[in-house]
């Protein structure tokens, strides 16, 4: 795997560059987080981390200084999952609308977003089994950007810059992985409704 | 009125990505399209519990002290494999002096970094209890009403039964101004628990009984998106009270189900 330079300005202060560990180790609990959703399963994300790990710290020697470690070390990883066995298998189903012409507007439909009243939305929300398993239905390239934007909280355009994409393809994914959890909630609260009457 | 405001568009606004102006333009919308106030409370409220959820996986103890024992010292993974060699007829004491000391250097960073990340995943756990029950609370005060509404108590307890894996009391008597309205049974940390509603003046509070968690979160008060919170434990009940009241009356009503619990 090649090494790019992370280009991108922060205002995080430049890092010490005689410490891999330093800078490394306290992004190991998200790195491992990242790696078990996207591998969803806990001994493949230990690989995927131990790694994604020693690449980084091959190539630390290309990381410049002053520019954004923690995304740095997730493009590794992401890179990483991507090449072995069950990213490969994994990624093979991508959306290829994901593209959005961004001089026209979005193609995202409208009833992406339900405009009901929120109550029902709410109870929905509560159960958190429902929405794990939702997640764990998204396509990788879905459940990434959500992880990145929802988890890590990273800006639209980090995201697009860590996935190499460009920023509208970060937007029609982030919606589309929130449309799909609102239609997989909304179907988990219509069964409890009716198992109900 | 003008056009409803896009997916992208409310995506963004929970994001916090729309530049000053679309900001401004989609406030003003907001006050005056109920359906897109709803949408957009419904979008920061998915975020928020895909945020709360997106941190379940956490990495096992051992596996953080083998990385940690590995990022402390890289360097000296490679000179010792690089001053064995040509030092292979050498003292053989130095040899043992120096791999007790590299083995005691990365136990005490693997230790190190097992001590350090308890700490983060205890404050994590907490800050995520935090953002949880405040939800909670949020989302009590935006639905019409309780699950179960009422001011007696002795309909709202029973209502519990067969719900919840404990039992509670609650108060005999409340301050003049503090009335019981209802319940909701709702779920913190994926474990079902009971969201008691009180009036208190012209405030809203929620008490949240759940059995004792293993978590080390006992005791704490934080304050987040301007409600308060109190956290208590009494016997094998864990409680929590949220609330934009003052912090004083939050805990006055904190004690009183405290000291329900020893009630017979």
Known sequence: MTLLPWRRKTEAPAPDTSSFGDLALPLLPALYNFAAWLARDRGIAEDLVQEALFKGLRGFSTFQPGTNFKAWMFRILRNTFLTSHSGLNAMRTVALEDEINEHTGAPIPENAIDRRTPELHLLRLSDAEALERAMNKLSPPLLEVLLLADVEEMKYREIALLLGVPLGTVMSRLARARSFLRRELAQVNEWAREAGQ | ?264
Not at chain 2, 230 to 258: K, M, Q, Y
């Open chain 2, 1 to 264: 009125m003008s056009e409803h405001l896009s997916p992208l568009v409310l995506n963004a606004l929970a994001d916090g990505e729309l530049t000053p102006d679309e900001l401004r333009s989609a406030k003003q919308h907001l006050e005056d399209c109920l359906a897109c106030s709803s949408a957009a409370l419904d979008e920061c409220l998915l975020k928020s519990a895909v945020t709360r959820l997106g941190h379940r996986h956490q990495p096992s103890e051992v596996f953080a002290a083998r990385m940690a024992a590995m990022l402390r010292s890289p360097g000296t993974k490679v000179r010792m494999t690089h001053a064995t060699v040509p030092h292979a007829r050498g003292n053989a004491l130095s040899k043992w002096a120096m791999a007790a000391v590299l083995l005691l250097t990365m136990g005490a960073g693997a230790l190190m970094a097992v001590l350090s990340l308890d700490h983060r995943n205890a404050a994590s756990q907490r800050e995520a209890l935090t953002a949880e029950v405040t939800d909670a609370h949020i989302a009590m005060l935006a639905a019409d009403q309780p699950q179960v509404l009422s001011s007696d108590r002795h309909t709202v307890k029973p209502w519990f039964q067969g719900k919840l894996p404990f039992s509670f009391n609650l108060p005999d008597k409340l301050p003049p101004d503090v009335t019981l309205t209802g319940a909701n049974l709702t779920y913190l940390g994926r474990q079902p628990v009971a969201q008691l509603v009180f009036t208190i003046g012209k405030h809203k509070a929620s008490v949240f009984l759940r059995g004792t968690s293993t978590t080390n979160s006992s005791g704490f008060g934080a304050t987040a998106n301007g409600f308060h919170v109190i956290e208590f434990t009494a016997h094998d009940l864990e409680g929590i009270a949220v609330s934009d009241v003052d912090p004083a009356r939050l805990a006055e009503l904190a004690n009183l189900l405290r000291a329900a619990q020893t009630q017979p």
